[in-house]
Structures are given as C-alpha cells and as structure tokens.
C-alpha cells in the first residue's frame, strides 16, 4: 500500500525541522523521513572541538531561541543537538528517523517517495539533506600509493587521534583553519597547506555579521542592483578564539598546496619531500541529492536550477539548506528559517491551502 501526503520532507537536520514548523503553522499533512537514528543531523558528528561561530540567540531555528549554554558564548555541537532534539520535540514534529530515502521520482500529479520502509506520494516534496554525507576529496598525484591515513573533515574527532604523528591538513576554509588549530595548540607536529594564502576575516566579526551580509547581498541583487560579494568579499576565515591564538602564536602558517602524495609523504614544487603519517582533506562537501536522481534535473554542470527553493523544471520539489544557490545563507542554523518559510509558503499556493 502507498501512502499518500501533502508534503514529504527528506532529510531532519537543522533545514528538515525549519520546514516542519512552518508546515505545523500551515496545517498541511506531512512526514520528515531522516536516515539518521537520533535527532540532532550532522551535527552529532562533528569534531570534539567544535563551537559554532555565532552566540546562541543568533544561531537559532524559527519560533524558538536556543539556550544560552552555561560558560560558553559560542555554543558546541553536543549543545546544537541539544537544541535541535528539543525542537523536534517541542513542536511535535513527525519525523521518522533511521528512514534512508533512496528515490523521488514522478507519478501522475503527485511525487512518489521510495524508502527503504515503503513508498509514499505527495503533493510537493522537500529535500533537506545537506551536504555532510558526500565529502569531497580532489584528486591529487600519487593519492593512491600513499601508505599513511587519510580522512575527511567527517572523520575528525581530536587530536588525540593524531598524537605522536606528522600531519598536513589540507584546505583554507573554516574547517581546515579550525582543524589545523585544534591540532597545533595540542602540540601535534602540523602541516597547513591551502591553495591560495588564507584570507582570515576582521577578529570581531562572526555569525551575526555574516549573516547580515548575505542577507544584503541578497537584497540587493533582487532589487537589481549590484553584487556585493557576500561573505566572500570579507574573507574565507572566521577568526575563532582557538584560531585567533593559534595563528597568532605563529602555530599555523600555510604552505602552497603540495604538487602530489609519495608513498611515505608529500612532494613540494620545489622538488623537497616531507614525511607525513597523516592527511586531513578539509576540502569541502557537494549536495546530498542522489535521491533525485530519477526526476533528471541536472544540467549539463550537474547544476539544478532554481528560483530560490523552487526546482525550476519540477515546481512540486523544493531544496532546502544547501547554501546560497537555495537562500541566503540557508547552510546555518539562523539563515535557513526565512527559506523555508517561503518555501512553505509557495508549497501552500501550489496545493492551494
């Protein structure tokens, strides 16, 4: 038997439970089907270290402030999920947990959703999956006779895994910057390579401020006037307090990125080797969309076009929190809210509710 819905929500992360409480509001039938066996998304698997960059009331879902956490201006990620179990609970969300949905696909005038505990169809469907499950690692010369470890940013949890080692962290984003600083201060013998010299944001802006940025930058482009460049013009680095200490304790300078693997080590341009047990890749994620796969959307990028949320060549599916490309800043806590209300809002049109 095929169950039938108005709304289908895959994914019950931090944008999954967005859109739940603005479909709550709307009073629109829905399931939040995530593959994950607890509440809390990828946040339950972040690094031991992590904090986010924003204080607790500017970190926040719709309809509910987080907390303040007890001795911490910045929340960590045990805090975050935390919060986002209480969330899922206060509204009474019906989400489904350790649900894997591995298909979404057309059928007549509604969507049919697969999962490996049936099938459902709905009105519209959200895709809410982020983007942690599908790390991505370049490729890099000699990649595969290197005999050292090799993990992603989602396999970091301490330092104390590393102790004792040689380690060269890879990427000159916040997670390599904060990776290589959690290493450094715990006194493992580091590495910090980037492929452009790291560009570190002013020490007194974090998530607030960011996040007033996109928003203009998004203003602004929609009233047709010119880019601001977003958080990107202010740099790629948000100055943390352990990055801050590290780098400026002289912990983490960066090296130009090596030019390939050696079985024991790493080569650089000018030919010299180093010996390294180690390599951390944090060198980013690509949208977790392989359940859409059957609805053929992509472009000749691999780019699915949208209007916001709205999947241009399939109005009934929306994407949410997948970063900029689905609202301004809707890959954080704070800034998924306003997309997934109108979202919501568009969904509500189209079943005309």
């Known amino acids: 038997m095929i169950e039938a819905l108005d709304v289908v929500?895959?994914?019950?992360?931090?944008?999954?439970?967005?859109?739940?409480?603005?479909?709550r509001r709307?009073?629109?039938?829905?399931?939040v089907f995530d593959a994950r066996p607890a509440p809390g998304g990828a946040w339950q698997d972040t690094w031991d270290s992590l904090h986010l960059f924003s204080p607790a009331a500017y970190s926040s879902l719709p309809g509910r402030l987080m907390p303040a956490q007890p001795g911490h201006t910045y929340p960590d990620a045990g805090?975050?999920?935390?919060?986002?179990?209480?969330?899922e609970k206060r509204y009474d969300?019906?989400?489904?947990?350790?649900?894997?949905?591995?298909?979404?696909?057309?059928?007549?005038d509604r969507l049919r959703v697969e999962t490996d505990c049936g099938s459902w169809r709905a009105r519209a469907v959200i895709s809410a999956t982020g983007t942690w499950s599908r790390p991505f690692l370049p490729t890099v010369r000699g990649q595969e006779v290197f005999a050292g470890r090799q993990v992603h940013t989602t396999g970091y949890r301490s330092p104390s895994d590393f102790a004792g080692q040689r380690v060269v962290v890879v990427g000159g984003g916040n997670s390599g910057a904060q990776i290589a600083a959690d290493l450094a201060l715990a006194g493992v013998e580091l590495t910090w390579v980037t492929q452009r010299p790291p560009r570190f944001l002013a020490d007194d802006?974090?998530?607030r401020d960011l996040f007033d940025v996109a928003t203009a930058r998004h203003r602004a482009l929609l009233e047709?006037?010119?880019d601001t460049g977003g958080v990107a013009s202010l740099g790629d680095i948000v100055a943390v307090p352990p990055v801050r200490a590290a780098r400026d304790a002289g912990l983490i300078p960066a090296k130009p990125m090596f030019t390939r693997l050696t079985e024991d080590g790493v080569q650089w341009a000018d030919g010299s080797q180093s010996r390294v047990e180690a390599i951390i890749w944090c060198t980013g994620f690509r949208p977790a969309l392989t359940h859409l796969a059957p609805l053929r959307l992509r472009g000749r990028r691999g780019h699915i076009a949208t209007d916001g949320t709205r999947v241009l060549q399939e109005p009934r599916l929306h994407l949410l929190g997948y970063g900029d490309w689905t609202g301004p800043a809707s890959a954080t806590l704070i800034g998924v809210g306003r997309p997934a209300r109108e979202a919501v809002h568009q969904i509500a049109g189209?079943?005309?509710?």
């Open 9 to 23: 929500v895959v994914g019950g992360g931090q944008a999954g439970l967005a859109a739940g409480y603005h479909l």
């Open 26 to 31: 709307r009073g629109l039938e829905f399931t």
């Open 79 to 87: 805090h975050v999920v935390d919060y986002l179990a209480d969330y």
């Open 93 to 108: 969300l019906p989400v489904r947990h350790g649900v894997d949905v591995h298909a979404v696909d057309r059928d007549g």
């Open 205 to 207: 802006i974090d998530g």
């Open 224 to 226: 047709g006037r010119g």
């Open 350 to 353: 189209l079943l005309r509710i």
